[in-house]
């Protein structure tokens, strides 16, 4: 194989393998956005069932 397609042969390697990094960040950026996202509506939740049970006993 001549030099000049170990170059590119090394190029299109470099090129495939930086593709899949960018994929895999994207991924993982999403499930924690999606994490955090249902992090937040969990703590919604408990806050809502902590202001009805604090009224619930207040209103006795």
Request: with cysteine; charged share 30%.
């Amino acid at each position: 194989m001549a030099t000049g397609q170990i170059s590119r042969c090394h190029r299109l390697v470099e090129a495939d393998l930086a593709g899949e990094n960018a994929e895999v960040l994207r991924e993982s950026e999403g499930e924690e956005a999606s994490a955090a996202t249902e992090e937040e509506v969990f703590g919604l939740e408990n806050f809502e069932i902590e202001i009805v049970l604090w009224n619930a006993e207040n209103q006795q």
